[in-house]
């Protein structure tokens, strides 16, 4: 197998599958067979869609992308999105040379709206909940998320926050370590990978399910690797086809602000009068515009 990965080094994602397939199992062959016949319609499905309609459970299709050279199904996507032919539907998948730019415009905004519908519909009460009871009583709070992920750590930061919670943001992988080792199980990690397939974040996760540290995980595929670690899951969906989308970060904000709004009406009195402490901080003139010094 190890002089056939090296064979197969640097080669495209569809020669890959072609030289793959004898040796995959009936199952995983389903699968890649399916992909050979609609590349192009596969780069817009999402793994539980593939799985369903090749008749395969969702473990099969992780499985496949694995047995294929792949880390996990996030890679192999990757990977076949740039075996096919440059289109426009690699930016974005429903967009066409023809669209004009307010159609262009309409489209996206009506995929970001899809993303916010496809979130709801999945949207797990009990897990929402149990978040919200390990935010709520967390000694400490500690968010993580590299990449483009970072921006939405950043934001659930300046949240909980204004709520007089004590969080920490980390965007930088090895001090992501180096906190979560000093955690307790009194603390909570909240960790935001949409693919879940990323290597720090599972590093991070790991690290923190050693400890004993409960972990909420933000994320956009429930089959992902870090979701093993996670003691609850939220899902922010995303149909598209690249890994780095508006629509899940816009799915992604709107569970945060859903947890910001939650936390805030359990102890509202508290979180009026410091959002009101906080407008005054900002608002009051410094000593140097008031004459000051």
Known sequence: MA????????????????????SLSPAENKVCKYILDNPEKVIHMTLVEIAQQTGVSDATAVRFAQSVGYEGWLEFKISLVQALPPSPQLIHSDITVDD????????????????????LSLLDEGAFEKALQLLSQARSILIAGVGTSGPMAHEMGNRLLRLGLLCQVQTDSYLQVMQISLLTPKDVLVVISQTGDSHDPHRTASEAKRVGVPIICITGNKLSPITSFADVILLSVSQESMSE???????????????????????????????????????RKAPYQSGEV
């Open 100 to 119: 004009s730019p307010g159609m262009i415009a309409r489209k996206v905004l009506l995929g970001s709206k899809q993303a916010l519908d496809d979130t």
């Open 3 to 22: 002089q056939q990965d090296d064979v197969l080094l640097g080669v495209d994602a569809l020669t890959r599958l072609r030289v793959m397939f004898p």
């Open 245 to 283: 989308t508006i629509s899940s970060r816009i799915a992604q904000y709107a569970l945060i602000h859903a947890l910001y709004v939650s936390l805030a009406i359990r102890s509202m009195n508290q979180a009026i009068e410091n959002e009101q402490t906080i407008w005054k901080a900002l608002m």
